[in-house]
C-alpha cells in the first residue's frame, strides 16, 4: 500500500524551499557574525569582550559547507571577519583583532 505524503512533508521535499531555507540559514549567520564584531567598535570594554566571545562561537558553528556562501554575505555586509575552508593549513577563521594584532 502506497503511504501518503502529509503537506509538512511534501513541503520538505520542494527544492525551491529547500534552496530558501539554506538561503536564510546562510544569511542569518552572517547577520549574527556582523552584530558580534560590531560589538569590538564600541569603546565600553565589557561589551567588546562579549562581542569577541560571542563571534568565537558563532565562527566555530558555522557548518564548513556553508562557510564560501556566508562568506559571500560578509562582504556584502562589509565585515572584516572572514571564514577559510578547513582543508586548507590555516586557521578557520579571520576577524579584525588578527589583523590588529599585527599592526
Not at 39 to 48: M, Y
Amino acid at each position: 500500500m502506497q503511504r501518503f505524503l502529509s503537506h509538512c512533508e511534501f513541503r520538505s521535499f520542494d527544492p525551491l524551499r529547500r534552496r530558501l531555507r539554506r538561503w536564510q540559514e546562510v544569511r542569518t549567520w552572517a547577520r549574527l557574525i556582523r552584530e558580534a564584531e560590531s560589538l569590538w567598535h564600541v569603546d565600553v570594554r565589557e561589551l567588546r569582550h562579549l562581542g569577541a566571545i560571542e563571534l568565537s562561537q558563532l565562527l566555530d558553528e558555522v557548518p564548513p559547507t556553508e562557510r564560501i556562501r556566508v562568506n559571500r554575505w560578509l562582504i556584502r555586509y562589509s565585515v572584516e571577519t572572514r571564514l577559510t575552508c578547513p582543508q586548507n593549513d590555516q586557521k578557520e577563521w579571520t576577524t579584525p583583532l588578527d589583523s590588529s594584532s599585527t599592526r
